[in-house]
């Protein structure tokens, strides 16, 4: 599978942004997929991520209440409403898939085979 992620820009402090990843080639329904992020200087860390097909969502304590993971089927596309950004939130944004993905892996970027390309956020204070 092909990601592409999409949507990331500069906004203020307290706006709101949605990415978007659109995956072409098969989706299974055992597919997981998420969100991570990397800013300069540090490691890639995990945001957001949703199985595919039961739609269960997982979130990092930095995310939780203020972002939502979402997917739609018939698009094959995942999307990230982030709102409440902070600058440290800048950073480049990355989504990922892989199939077969146990609960307790959904947050391990180790565990995820496929990657996009990445696209920046940038929150300006």
């Known amino acids: 599978v092909q990601l592409q992620a999409s949507g990331g820009g500069l906004v203020q402090t307290g706006g709101s942004l949605r990415l978007s990843c659109e995956a072409s080639?098969?989706?299974?329904?055992?597919?997981?997929m998420g969100w991570f992020r990397q800013a300069p200087g540090k490691e890639r860390e995990f945001v957001a991520s949703i199985k595919w097909s039961g739609g269960s969502t997982y979130y990092s304590d930095s995310a939780k209440g203020r972002f939502t993971i979402s997917r739609d089927k018939a698009k094959k596309t995942m999307y990230l409403q982030m709102n409440s950004l902070q600058p440290e939130d800048t950073a480049v944004y990355y989504c990922?898939?892989?199939?077969?993905?146990?609960?307790?892996?959904?947050?391990?970027?180790?565990?995820?085979?496929?990657w996009g390309q990445g696209t920046q956020v940038t929150v300006s204070s």
């Open positions: 080639g098969p989706i299974y329904s055992s597919y997981g």
């Open positions: 990922a898939a892989d199939y077969a993905l146990i609960t307790s892996s959904m947050g391990n970027r180790s565990a995820y085979k496929y």
